[in-house]
């Protein structure tokens, strides 16, 4: 038998629109503020030197698929730490 399981994103969209009108702030403002208190957790119990370097070779891999065109490093970057963080998010919570 099939059971339907609601999108995780659901539930993320009704707590940014509560979190919106209880402040007043944007949307936009309210997506700011959850990412960096995801970032602050996930960076607070993993050590510094792992992290860097899990997002060094993640940043790596991404350079490697782009062909390592000069220019997009600091994308590469952020977008790295932003795959470690999520990834490392959703050790924490299993």
Known sequence: MVTKRE???V???KRKAKKAETTGLTNGQ???E???EAKTAATASIDPEVRRQLVAA???LRAERRGFAA???VE???AAESVVDSRF???QVA
């Open 7 to 9: 999108s995780p994103g």
């Open 11 to 13: 539930k993320t969209v």
């Open 30 to 32: 309210v997506m700011v």
């Open 34 to 36: 959850l990412e960096s």
């Open 58 to 60: 993640e940043a790596y």
């Open 71 to 73: 220019g997009q490093e």
């Open 76 to 78: 590469d970057w952020i």
């Open 89 to 91: 998010n959703k050790m």
